[in-house]
């Protein structure tokens, strides 16, 4: 019985972090590219809007630090937000966090091969000057600037590969796997809410 109570408290959770619900269910006006988990979220409207903007009151992180960040990279860094915030399906990757503003983080979530590639594809040319977007920065202006020293370079410099992206930028919240979208294997930031959410069976699977 332990082992069907763990994994069910492996299901369908949102973690203990800044914006995040205590528990996952239904968000009619959910915003934008979020809208994909309206039917059960962690997230609210309001966060799911946040998401969106630069430097949105979420985290006071700002995309443009080394000049203004391509639409089409940009979108990638609001899908991963949307997920981040309002997805209940990763319970298994849940793990303790140290940090002032959240008890949990994620790490090592198996991202499907496709959304990994296609990130790095579109923020090829998007500019940056640190490997990871977690640490590090000067904060002294109350958003985040490039620490004394540290050059502006394209992505395509910083992170040489996808999965280098992928698994760097967030300190190892995700994983590149060279699992398909369908897979069953891993966890898509893009997915036909018409068709379900796949990550539901995918987080089955794991825990």
């Known amino acids: 019985a332990t082992a069907a109570v763990t994994q069910d408290s492996l299901l369908n959770v949102c973690m203990d972090a800044k914006h995040h619900k205590t528990e996952p269910g239904p968000e009619g006006q959910l915003y934008g590219q979020c809208v994909l988990w309206k039917d059960n979220a962690c997230c609210t409207t309001n966060t ?11 985290y006071n992180f700002n995309w443009d630090h080394c000049g203004a960040m391509p639409e089409k990279c940009k979108r990638h860094f609001i899908q991963d937000t949307c997920l981040y915030e309002c997805s209940p399906n990763l319970g298994p990757w849940i793990d303790q966090a140290d940090t002032s503003w959240r008890k949990e983080r994620i790490r090592d979530v198996p991202l499907c ?20 977007w977690h640490k590090g920065w ?15 370079q394209k992505f395509k410099f910083v992170f040489p590969t996808a999965a280098a992206l992928c698994e760097q930028i967030w300190s ?8 398909h979208r369908g897979s069953g294997r891993c966890i898509q930031m893009w ?15 794991y825990a």
């Open 48 to 58: 799911s809007v946040e998401a969106h903007q630069d430097q949105s009151y979420l």
């Open 113 to 132: 091969r496709e959304d990994c590639e296609q990130w790095w594809e579109d923020c090829q040319d998007a500019v940056t000057c640190k490997v990871n």
């Open 138 to 152: 000067n904060w002294t202006t109350g958003t985040n600037q490039c620490p004394k020293g540290a050059m502006c």
């Open 172 to 179: 190892g919240s995700y994983r590149y796997t060279s699992h």
């Open 191 to 205: 997915f036909d809410p018409a068709q379900g959410n796949p990550n539901i069976a995918v987080a089955q699977y």
